[in-house]
Every structure is written in structure tokens, then in C-alpha cells.
């Protein structure tokens, strides 16, 4: 195993920055800001505070992976090629970008990837560092909800929330914050500024006059009509809440945003420079281009567009003599001398004002679909949405001191969930000692608040159809709000609920409505905690689970267990405590499972009595295994559990899934061998064919695939057990991986010749995996006693593996490379010795470290003499 972290360095940044240049204090020139507005919907279960899989985003698990690989780890790791397609720079993008990311996103983004968490958290560091202190990123509303529909304490809930969650993760007040679709109304402008927010962006159109600032040469300046998106986005505006209260404005480029979104402009860094060129107006000391879009639109929506950004903002802005800066920057140095009002209540994307998400007004419909559900939908939320105020005030009060300001309070819980983290919250708003159990209906009342905050998303509305995943995953934190208020409160509000829902009609026939959506889809996946407890027994037949450990968002506690077989009939017994690590709800459980072979579960739950009773039903379940008979145990189990049971279709999706690939192993391994004969007494059949230019029989090419992916596979395997050992612990490892290697290259050679074209995603996966694991051994973990062989032994792996696999990715491998280049490698040759504390190679080494830069298409020519 690595006896270091790869992230420790990989985090940092894969450029060393330069010194900040001194900044102007006035601004001068031409300025560019391009924003990136960097978000996904919460998609998270409600109860078990995890994201399932979605089949739509294959091959990745669900959407947020997918736009991950595509947009997020590029933008934060983005290449500059030269001619030769070889990297020549790897840049974070995110130092360059103004950015927001939704706090629920970043939230994914911190247990996904702590190496892209920590490179956007830095990148917002340099940034300060190179602009006086203002960094790049800046706030977002919470959840995504659309402000002017909210309650004045949902307004300032989502707005404090925004900040809080931005402090805890870049370490300062956010000085700007982005608005959900930019929608604003007044009352929104109020809370922003009321909670210490200097500056928003807004779509050109969201404008209605403007005009100089008063002064003393001219107290009275002329308004200009602007509400035809006509205002000029080169420079800031402050706009007046009333008399003493102001926030500053910027109006991004409607224009060159729209092209970046839905044009060519990020086709090539040409387009960008060239479309940007044309907004540069004459006649202004200082002039910002800024213009905004989705963040999602670098890399997922358009690929490779990172690329275009990198090498604009390393390169060619520099050249044109533009100057990077972000909002903040330009703010401090380029005070608003123009005013703006505003429309009343306003939105990017609806020209209906906020329509998009109450009314049916045909914005993000097409075609014959209507969007009549968006109405009773809204009503429907905010008649539940008052109901739980008067849930929560009534209950609120008999645990906090003020119920709002612990509500405001709450988001510091949500970011640290530990019972350190929960306890200073109940310690500075509790309105007294409260019990566990009250600790309990007080954590069941904030999560009913969350969830009626959650169920406001926007994307639940943007769309043309309430039956799609946006529309339903409101619905389901709304069912999770109703559930939670008949735990504390005892109330009843499902069925007026439902009810309501009948009022919003479906475009789709099988649905007809909102309530029978809400039947079909959102009661289906409810979970309780009988349901977590099945999950635990099943996977415990498959999984050996610790005495303690955490399953989603559950705590377990295994307190007896017993496992017996005979035969193909498996019985598990136990007992096992489940607590919420989210609303501290505690349960004990006893179950008794049993599985017949194949797919057959039979599982069965009931809530634990007491140790004697417990005993005798274990050992009467073990009794009745005795006799060999499975119906005799389900007997049995009915007697002592009741009529209700659990199977495989019970499971939560990912572990399900992960059983089903055990249980198919076998006849996987079966079909394995039978085929790998055929394809062996057939071999020189199918050469015959090709030598002939003949198709090969269908029959037997599937047996070439599936016996040639099967040894590939398993070599694959031995050469990453071979590489979790380190260099120096088995003195004939190198040998051992010589011997897999030969036989991978074989198999490549044989794949070729019976034109083969394997795809196997487990060894691709396991081949990057492992390269960049044995890379890492070589440039941090070893001694240099025998670098030149290890390298000549890992550059013939990485020939090999491109053999088998084309496709064959190794970014991460190159990042490593490019930062062991940049701090090691690099210095020692610019030293007449060895630099010792940088590295243990003397110049010796230099030149197969050279080539094994090349090897990974990383330019090192300029060190090659």
C-alpha cells in the first residue's frame, strides 16, 4: 500500500504560482471576467441522504459522476497541448474563473473527490492573493429556489444559508452571491444587502432605467429607458433599496453569454478572442467584458471547451493585453458611478417575469405538452409549506430559544453532522437542557424545515413535465417533510396533500395527475426503518459487516450475529441497532434471514423484546434449519415474525446490485471456461476466415471476446495484487509483473490477430489504476537503486495497456507526473548536483525520468539536451 496520500500532492496546485503583481488601485484598461455558474440539483434520497443510481447517466453511476468526469475534475486539472499533442501546462481553471457552486453540489463534490474539493477551494485562495484580497468565487443561494416566490424567512433562510455554508468551506465572507436563474424582486435585494452581500450578477434584460449618480454638478441626471436589454454591461450600477440602502449590480454580456451557451464562440480560443474583441467599445479609461453562463457549459454541455479557457486566460488574454479579474476586484477598483432600477420581478430565463416556475406561461415547453400542473403545484407546496409553520412554531418553542434563528443556525449541523458538531448548535439555541428524546423531535422538526426548503428547488418546475426525475424529487422531500411532522406533531397531512395534487394534470396518460405521480413514484420509494434493517440482513449475507458501521446515513450497531449453512440453504440471525445520524432516532431490530440459492430471499424484521425471547426464536430458527427443509424455516419464521418479509427487490439499488454480480459470478465463470474451449478447438477456423476476407461466423467471435476479456481480466487482476505490495517488500515482484505483462501482451497480439477489439471497462479501469499507483511508488516511495529498470518495466506496461485499450486514460498519472516535474525533477536539473531535499535521484536519473514524461505525452523537450 502507498504510505503517503497521492492527494497531499495532487491538491496542490500542478503549477507553482508566480508572485502576485502589485494591483492598481484604479482601473485602467480593458477587463475580462468569464463567470461560471456551477450547479446540480440536490438528487439525494431524503432518507437515506445519498444519491441512487440513474440509469440515464451511463456508464457513469448517476448524473452528478458523469458531468464530474466531463466538466468538474477537467476544468480543475485542464490541459495545454503543443503540436505534438503533448501537455504543456495543466491549469486550474478556477483560478481564473468567477464561479459559484450550489453548497449541496459542493457538498457531493467533498465525498466524491476531495483532490477537485481542494483544488477549487485553493484556486479561490490564489485568486485573493493575485487581486487584493477579493477571490473568485462567490455565494449562491442554498437550494436553488427561486427567491421571489419565497416567504420573507424562506428568502433570508436560503440567503444565510448560502453564506454560512460559503464561509465554512472558503474561509471568508462571500462578497457576492448568484440567484437562482437571477431571479429578483426588491424585497430580495433587501435581505441580500440586510445580510452583507455587496454585489449580484443579472441577465441584461432584468433592467429598466438607468442613469449617472447624482452629484453636485448634476443632481438630477437624466433616466434612460434600458428595458430592452439595452444596458451597457461594461461597467457596475448601484441600485437603490430605498434611501440609505444599496447593492451594486452587474449586467453580464446577454449577447456573448447566449454564444457561449448555445454558439461556436468556445469553439476555439480564436472564436473567443475574436467575440470578445467586438464588445470592446472606445472612449473608456476602464471597461469590463464579463460575461456568464453555465459552468456545466465547460466541458459537459460543450466538450473539451476547458481546453479553449485554459489556454484564453494563460495565453492569449495576457497577449491581448486583457487582465483577469472577477467582480469583487473590479468593484474595488472601479466604484459604480451609475445607477440602475429594476424591473419588478424578473428572471433570465422566463420572459414572464418568474412564471416559469407557478404558471403555465411556455417557457421550457415545446411541442404539444402543457405546463397547467406548475400552478397547483406551487399552491400546493405553499398550502403544505403553511401548514408546517404553524407545526413548527407551535412545537418550536418548546425546545429553542427562537425557532428562526435556530432554523438560520441549523446549516452548521447540516455541513458537520457529528454529535460534537450537533451539540454546540443545541448548546447555543436550546431554551434549556434538553432530553435525548427531545434532542430528537428537535432534530425531526429542523429536517421537516430542510426538506420544506428542499421541496422548492427550481429545476421541479423548469421543465415541461411534473412526472420527470426534477419534478419528483420535490415531491419527495415534500413527503419526507409530511412524514417528519406526523413523527413530532402527530399530524395527518398526506391525504389533503394528495388530494391538492389531483388539481395538477399530466401530460402523461398513465398519470393523468399529480396525486397518482405522487402515488406511483414518490410513495414507492419511501423508506422506514424496517426497510434499512432488511437491507442490513440480506447484505450481510454477501458482506461482513464490522461490529459497527455506518450504512447511508445510519449508524449500526451489530449486537448478536449467527450464520449457518447446509446445503444451498443459508440462514443469518442477529440482532442490530440502527440510529439516524441525521435526526438521532434510534431503533433495535431483530431478523432472521434466509436464502434459498439464486435470487430467493426471505427475510423478516420485528422490533426486539428482550434477550430470552430473543434466544428462543434463534434457537428454534436453527432447529428448523436442521431438518434441511426451506419450507420448514419459512414456517417457522412466519410463526415467530409475521407475514410480512423481505427479498432481493427489497434492497437499496447500489448494494442490490452488487449482490446480483455475486450470484451471477458463477455461471459467469462457467460460461467463462465454455466458451474459452471453443474458442480454443476453433482458433485456427476463425484465422482462416480472416485470412480468406470472410465474416466470421457470429458464434464464434462472441467466443473469441468472451474467452480473450476473461484472461485479460484475470491478468489484470494478479497485476494489481502484485502492485499493492510496495517495491522493495517481495524482491520478486518485478519478475512476477514481467511474467503478467508478457502474458498481457500476448493476449493483445492474439486479439489483434483475430481482429478482436476488447472492451473491458473493469480492466481498463484496473490498468489506469494501477499505472498510477506504480508511478506513484516510483517518483515518492522508492529509492533510486533501480529506477531506470522500474521505469523501463512501467513504460512497457503503459505500451501494453494502450494496446489493449486505445482509450486508455491516464490524466491522473499525467497530473502526478506534471507536479513531480514542476517541484522535483525540474530543479535537479537546473542544479549542477542532486538537490537531497527535493529528491533522491542524481543526474543519472534525469534522462529516464525524461523519457518517461514523453511516454506520458507530457513535453519535456526543452530538458532533453
Known amino acids: ?18 508572485t502576485p503583481a502589485d494591483v492598481t488601485k484604479q482601473a485602467s484598461g480593458i477587463y475580462v471576467t468569464v463567470h461560471g455558474h456551477f450547479y446540480q440539483p440536490p438528487r439525494e434520497n431524503p432518507y437515506l441522504d445519498t444519491i441512487e443510481r440513474q440509469p440515464s447517466a451511463r456508464p457513469f453511476k448517476d448524473w452528478n459522476e458523469r458531468i464530474y468526469h466531463e466538466c468538474y475534475r477537467p476544468n480543475a486539472f485542464s490541459r495545454i497541448f503543443n503540436e505534438k499533442g503533448e501537455v504543456i501546462k495543466i491549469v486550474n481553471n478556477f ?59 424562506d428568502k433570508d433562510t436560503q ?15 462571500p462578497e457576492g452571491m448568484w440567484l437562482a436563474e437571477t431571479a429578483v424582486d426588491y424585497p430580495t435585494l433587501k435581505v441580500l444587502s440586510d445580510r452583507g ?23 438630477a441626471p437624466e433616466w434612460h429607458s434600458v428595458g430592452g436589454a439595452q444596458i451597457d454591461p461594461t461597467r457596475p450600477y448601484r441600485c437603490f433599496i430605498d434611501e440609505t440602502q444599496y447593492i451594486d449590480i452587474f449586467f453580464y454580456d446577454g449577447p456573448i453569454s447566449g454564444e457561449m451557451g448555445f454558439g461556436e464562440v468556445l469553439g476555439s480560443t480564436d472564436n473567443l478572442i475574436t467575440r470578445l474583441n467586438l464588445a470592446i467599445g472606445s472612449g473608456k479609461k476602464s471597461q469590463l467584458i464579463n460575461v456568464a453562463t453555465d459552468g456545466e457549459t465547460f466541458g459537459h454541455h460543450k466538450k473539451d471547451t476547458d481546453k479553449c479557457l485554459a489556454y484564453a486566460f494563460t495565453s492569449e488574454f495576457p497577449r491581448q493585453g486583457w487582465q483577469i479579474t472577477n467582480y469583487a476586484h473590479y468593484l474595488s477598483i472601479n466604484p459604480p458611478t451609475w445607477e440602475v432600477e429594476l424591473k419588478p420581478v424578473t428572471a433570465w430565463s422566463c420572459m414572464h417575469g418568474v412564471d416559469r416556475w407557478q404558471d403555465d406561461c411556455g417557457c421550457g415547453g415545446g411541442g404539444e405538452w402543457h405546463q397547467l400542473w406548475r400552478k397547483p403545484l406551487r399552491e400546493t407546496l405553499d398550502w403544505l409549506r403553511d401548514e408546517l409553520i404553524q407545526v413548527y412554531e407551535d412545537t418550536g418553542y418548546k425546545f429553542f430559544r427562537d425557532p ?8 452548521n449541523a447540516i455541513r458537520d453532522r457529528s454529535p ?12 434549556r437542557q434538553l432530553t435525548s428524546g427531545e434532542k430528537i423531535d428537535a432534530l425531526r422538526l429542523l429536517e421537516m424545515q430542510r426538506h420544506a426548503l428542499l421541496m422548492y428547488t427550481s429545476c421541479g418546475w423548469f421543465f415541461e413535465e411534473i412526472s420527470r426525475p426534477e419534478g419528483v424529487q420535490i415531491l419527495r422531500y415534500a413527503a419526507r417533510a409530511i412524514e417528519l411532522a406526523g413523527d413530532v406533531a402527530g399530524i395527518h397531512l398526506e391525504q389533503e396533500f394528495v388530494t391538492r395534487l389531483e388539481a395538477a394534470p399530466s401530460n402523461v396518460k398513465k398519470f393523468g395527475n399529480g396525486a397518482e405521480v405522487y402515488r406511483q413514484l414518490v410513495v414507492s420509494s419511501q423508506i422506514g426503518f424496517e426497510q434499512v434493517a432488511a437491507h442490513y440482513a440480506i447484505s450481510s449475507l454477501f458482506t461482513n459487516y464490522a461490529q459497527q458501521e455506518k450504512v447511508y446515513c445510519y449508524d449500526t450497531m451489530q449486537l448478536d450475529y449467527q450464520k449457518q449453512e447446509i446445503g444451498a440453504i443459508t440462514l443469518a440471525v442477529g440482532q442490530v441497532r440502527l440510529t439516524s445520524e441525521i435526526t438521532w432516532e434510534s431503533t433495535h431490530f431483530v431478523f432472521g434471514v434466509l436464502h434459498l440459492g439464486g435470487w430467493d430471499f426471505h427475510c423478516c424484521i420485528q422490533p426486539f423484546a428482550d434477550r430470552r425471547a430473543y434466544r428462543r426464536l434463534k434457537d428454534k430458527l436453527f432447529i428448523a434449519l436442521e431438518t434441511a427443509s426451506a419450507a420448514k424455516v419459512m414456517l417457522a419464521m412466519t410463526k415467530l415474525f409475521g407475514d410480512r418479509h423481505f427479498g432481493l427487490q427489497d434492497l437499496f439499488a447500489e448494494q442490490r446490485s452488487s449482490i446480483m454480480e455475486q450470484l451471477v459470478e458463477q455461471t459467469k465463470l462457467r460460461l467463462d471456461r465454455l466458451y474459452t474451449q471453443v474458442y480454443r478447438e476453433n482458433y485456427s477456423i476463425i484465422v482462416t476466415f480472416l485470412r480468406d476476407n470472410l465474416p466470421v461466423p457470429q458464434e464464434l467471435q462472441v467466443a473469441a471476446t468472451v474467452a480473450l476479456s476473461h484472461r485479460c481480466l484475470n491478468h489484470t487482476r494478479v497485476l494489481e495484487g502484485l502492485l499493492e505490495l510496495h517495491l522493495r517488500e517481495n524482491e520478486n515482484r518485478d519478475r512476477e509483473i514481467d511474467g503478467v505483462l508478457s502474458e498481457l501482451e500476448e493476449i493483445a497480439i492474439e486479439a489483434d490477430l483475430v481482429d478482436n477489439q476488447l472492451k473491458i471497462v473493469e480492466a481498463k479501469v484496473i490498468l489506469e489504476k494501477s499505472i498510477l499507483r506504480w508511478l506513484w511508488q516510483i517518483l515518492y516511495d522508492a529509492n533510486s537503486v533501480n529506477l531506470e529498470s522500474d521505469l523501463a518495466l512501467l513504460e512497457r506496461a503503459i505500451d501494453i495497456a494502450r494496446k489493449l485499450h486505445p482509450d486508455l486514460c491516464l490524466d491522473r498519472a499525467q497530473e502526478l507526473y506534471c507536479h513531480c516535474f514542476l517541484t522535483r525533477i525540474l530543479p535537479n536539473c537546473a542544479s549542477e548536483r542532486s538537490v537531497v531535499d527535493l529528491c533522491p535521484w542524481d543526474a543519472s536519473d534525469l534522462r529516464p525520468l525524461l523519457k518517461l514524461g514523453k511516454k506520458l505525452a507530457v513535453s519535456v523537450d526543452r530538458l532533453a539536451d
Open 197 to 219: 452581500i455587496r454585489f449580484i450578477i443579472l441577465a441584461p434584460s432584468q433592467a429598466e432605467k438607468c442613469r449617472p449618480l447624482p452629484s453636485a454638478a448634476d443632481p
Open 159 to 173: 440567503i444565510v444559508w448560502g453564506i454560512e455554508d460559503f464561509k465554512s468551506r472558503f474561509g471568508r465572507d
Open 420 to 431: 460534537e458538531s450537533v451539540d454546540r448548535f443545541f448548546s447555543s439555541q436550546q431554551c
Open 1 to 18: 500500500m502507498m504510505e503517503n496520500n497521492p492527494s497531499e500532492i495532487l491538491g496542490k496546485l500542478t503549477e507553482i504560482p508566480e
Open 95 to 153: 483560478e481564473y474563473l468567477s464561479f459559484n457552486i450550489g453548497p449541496t453540489l459542493m457538498s457531493w463534490l467533498e465525498n466524491y473527490d476531495i483532490e477537485v474539493y481542494q483544488r477549487i477551494i485553493e484556486a479561490d485562495r490564489q485568486s485573493c492573493l493575485r487581486l487584493g484580497g477579493h477571490g473568485n468565487a462567490i455565494a449562491q443561494v442554498y437550494n436553488h429556489i427561486i427567491l421571489p416566490l419565497a416567504n420573507p424567512r
Open 404 to 411: 428562526w434563528l435556530a432554523r438560520n443556525k441549523y446549516v
